[in-house]
């Protein structure tokens, strides 16, 4: 954390003071807004936090409930969600907290006595390293707790405004404020009385049966696997020996369980196979009574037994996979004609099982990926043409969480003498890891997303998706860092320059050509983009890393553009120069050439394109497809 450079900070630095709509916040829902936000599930919490980190916005969030979440039905967070965390500053509070998860253990009928179970095998979590960060379980309410809570430590002090429903909208993209929307208050004092708002852009998080999706006239197509499931939230003593560790728990005649640890050491979590359905006991198997699973759970894991003491939380469901046919309110006839003014995200536009763990990490890069660039449209950054890459990215990537969640749900549910392999579900699981650790999304090329013309310069920064960190050593402190844990959700575009096997210089490298362009171009993107009169580096976030042990790298030979000036008493950011050392090595970690190579990163953390370092047109023609130049520039 980087703090003082704007004058000494003696409180909480993470509380940063109120600014644009954040002071004296109102408390009343105004009239008109920039956005208006329906929901505080992970999507829209998401949007909520980083949104309220651009004070110039005027963004309102509205709950039906009368306050926060207290008991969420989503546990799991896969390494790809910390990674998140870690961008909006609370991974490290949220894994301490958290179950962390560090194998799986298979458990399937004694082959001397199949009427027990017998422990079959174990697999590691992570066996492939795909992240530094843990795959974890935590309630789905502390994950909602920690993103409202940055909102409302963010300079526009966004708060929700809780027992608010939304019930319809009308849009018209020709004016000001193309959404009119009705609401209606729900708690307190004015509860019963509606009123109507208006907005620039609508988002629903508002979950599976949202009003937004059906305002828009959206609806879910897909269907159910006829399969029930119990799934209860208890605290047991037990003889089973891994009570403590995640389980596939497969019997021979009384069905299966996943079994998943709960954050604290004694909570742990069922699901517990019902077994299959007809039409005509689908709705009937929701009234199933939590003393039925208990005692099918025991059938399962016999011999052994568990006592519950405390049910915390239970529910009765139906396997069902559905998608929205539409992510935002154009419709296909109408793409190209107009732009995108109301969005839904998470449940409001997939559904599917729980054993998976993806609902709520889908939805949470559902949110990172329209905050922000609602922001930047809002900001005057970028073209409302940017808002168009929502849906197109984002339905993509519901349909193969749909289509995996399938797959692994019906394998689940699979009777045990139905396998071929007793293995095969253990290798299905090691097989598939990187799905569900949430690293299999790749982004095709769009406005903001490049082809893979140049992925032969950094193999390990695979184009389209997310920016893989890996150690480098920071110059100015000689202190090993994670280079991706630097990327905070501040709406910057990321420019990582490696640089050529030469060594550090003012001139006369390639590296020291491309920061003279940079810096003095008129036609730079650094130049082109970036208000005057505030940070060198407000809009694009420039690192340089050198090829050199850290012992070789002196700053007074790094040009001043790789250490950007601050406001208001211009001081040079010494902290962006990195290099090799300590066995160290990011160009052999992540394979990138030894001639250098310029690696654009997105706000949302998706590697956007790689460029030769001699690239001038190509970076240039890159971010006029997807920027806006501002009028008073860091070089007018």
Known sequence: MQIHHRGYVSGDPRVKPAAGYGIDRPTEIPDQMDVLIVGTGPAASVVTAQLSRFPSINARAIEQRPGRLEVGQADGIQARSVETFQAFGFANEVIEEAYRNVEMCFWTPDPENPQNIKRHSRAADDSTGMSEFPHIYVNQSRILDYFLRDAERAPGKIVPDYGVEFLDCQIDPNAEYPVTARIKYTAGERAGEERTVQAKYLVGGDGARSQVRRSLGHKLHGDASMHAWGVMDVMVNTDFPDIQVKCSIQSHEAGNILL??????????????????????????????????????????????????????????????????????????????????????????HTHSAKAGQG???????????????????????????????????????????????????????????????????????????????????????????????????????????????????????????????????GRWRVYVFADAAAPALEGTDMADFAAWWANDDASPRNLYTPAGGDEDAVFDVKAVYQQDYTEVELHDVPLTYQPLKVPFGLHDINQVFSAGHGRDIFRDREISRDGAVVVVRPDQYVAGIFPLTAREELAEFFAGNMIPVENSIKG
């Open 260 to 349: 998943i640890p709960r954050e604290g050491g004694y909570l742990v979590r069922f699901y517990v196979d019902l077994g299959e359905l007809t039409a005509e006991d689908a709705g009937a198997i929701r009234n199933t009574p939590v003393e039925e699973i208990i005692a099918t759970a025991n059938r399962i894991i016999h011999p052994y037994t568990m006592d519950v003491k405390n049910v915390a939380w239970f529910s009765v469901y139906e396997v069902a996979h559905r998608i929205t046919d539409g992510f935002d309110d154009v419709e296909d006839e109408e793409r190209g004609t107009r732009c995108a003014r109301a969005f839904i995200m998470g449940d409001a536009c």
């Open 360 to 490: 709520m990490n889908v939805s949470i890069q559902d949110g990172f990926n329209l905050g922000w660039k609602l922001a930047a449209v809002l900001e005057g950054r970028a073209p409302i043409s940017l808002l168009d890459t929502y849906a197109e990215e984002r339905k993509v990537i519901a349909q193969d969480l749909i289509d995996f969640d399938k797959e692994w749900s019906t394998l689940m549910a699979k009777s045990v003498d139905d396998w071929e392999d007793p293995d095969e579900l253990e290798k299905y699981y090691t097989k598939t890891q990187e799905f569900p650790a949430g690293f299999m999304t790749q982004y095709t090329q769009s406005a903001i997303t490049t082809s893979l013309a140049n992925q032969d310069l950094a193999p390990g920064f695979p184009i389209g998706k997310r920016f893989k960190s890996t150690e480098v050593i920071r110059r100015s402190d000689n202190r090993w860092r994670h280079l991706g844990h630097l990327h905070e959700a501040d």
